[in-house]
């Protein structure tokens, strides 16, 4: 590993980071105050079609947000050591699901505002899966 190929994928590493910091709290949130976030969900989605499986979609977008970040921060590590970003990858492929699945629950509770918040997230996850696609064209 040389700095070249650190500042070559400095972009990558950077996006991979806030991909990190973003999903591992969001996750950790969901841990610590589950609760909270039940109460909450389960009164955006009342009215929908989603209403009965809140508790299981909870803990679904719980876990996808978890393994998004710690994939990000552990494919960091792992692309000093071995000069890979397949991890990192993973994780933005992972981190997509994961908005994706947040963005379709925003429309589905027609909060609007909030879906169009995912959207930038989106694009950089996007932008990150370019980077480190091991499959380029």
Request: proline share 4%; charged share 10%.
């Amino acid at each position: 590993m040389t700095t070249e190929d650190i500042f070559r994928n400095l972009p990558a590493l950077l996006s991979a980071l806030l991909v990190a910091i973003l999903f591992i709290q969001s996750g950790l949130d969901k841990v610590f105050d589950r609760k909270g976030n039940l109460e909450w969900l389960s009164g955006h989605f009342s009215k929908t079609f989603l209403a009965p499986q809140v508790s299981l979609l909870l803990t679904t977008i719980t876990l996808m947000e978890l393994a998004a970040g710690l994939l990000a921060a552990v494919g960091i590590v792992y692309f000093l050591f071995a000069n890979s970003t397949v991890l990192i990858f993973a994780a933005a492929v992972t981190a997509a699901l994961s908005l994706l699945a947040l963005f379709f629950g925003q429309r589905i509770a027609k909060d609007y505002p909030g879906a169009a918040v995912i959207v930038p997230y989106f694009i950089l996850i996007i932008v990150l899966i370019y980077l480190t696609n091991p499959y380029p064209r």
